[in-house]
């Protein structure tokens, strides 16, 4: 005689495996945009800097324990709306190429394997997308499990980058031209705070 199993403790069933099949691998972290913030500073006339970011991230830790991180270039911020016009046509070329993205393979255990409360600085190998460019990133990073379902990653020091290396040298020629600057550095400190929730 064929038993049949009641609707709900099937549904009882499904939920309790997928809890425990979300607790085995951890499941997704998605970034939180409102509490990250991916900043740069550019030099002008020789000794004039000033902090620009970005509105727009979003971003995950999948399964697979890979970071990728993207960035919406036409949401650059540098409090001139003039120069935020400029930097998305001339730096960022953002028509043709709308979004940069950061990509990583992290180890789970000095991730999101940390404990409620602890605090680990690491190195971590990254790859920046940007343009029609991919450069290897060496990041020096401090990683905080400050909640149960919230991480937070930031910059232990800047990354330097080119701007020609990353192929935004033409860009900042043509913006200082526009501007009629002197110069303006290639070298570009970036910084982050990123904040991961699940």
Not at 136 to 156: C, I, K, M, N
Not at 160 to 187: D, H, M, T, Y
Request: glycine residues 6%; charged residues 20%.
């Amino acid at each position: 005689m064929k038993r049949c199993i009641p609707n709900t403790l099937l549904l009882t069933l499904v939920v309790l495996f997928s809890q425990h099949v979300c607790a085995a691998t951890g499941g997704v972290w998605q970034l939180n945009n409102d509490l990250s913030r991916l900043s740069f500073i550019s030099t002008k006339a020789t000794d004039i800097g000033e902090v620009h970011h970005f509105t727009r991230l979003q971003g995950t830790i999948g399964d697979a324990h890979t970071v990728a991180v993207e960035i919406d270039l036409a949401s650059v911020e540098t409090l001139i709306p003039i120069r935020n016009e400029r930097m998305q046509q001339f730096l960022f070329a953002v028509a043709e190429y709308p979004t940069a993205e950061v990509r990583a393979d992290v180890d789970a255990d000095a991730w999101t394997g940390l404990p409620v409360g602890a605090v680990a600085t690491l190195k971590q190998a990254a790859t920046l997308r940007l343009k029609d460019r991919i450069v290897e990133l060496d990041l020096q990073l401090l990683v905080a499990r400050v909640g149960a379902d919230r991480l937070v990653v930031s910059t232990l020091q800047p990354v330097l980058l080119n701007a020609s290396a990353v192929g935004l040298g033409a860009g900042v020629e043509q913006l200082r031209a526009i501007a009629g600057l002197p110069n303006i550095s290639q070298s570009v400190p970036v910084s982050f705070v990123l904040t991961f929730e699940r």
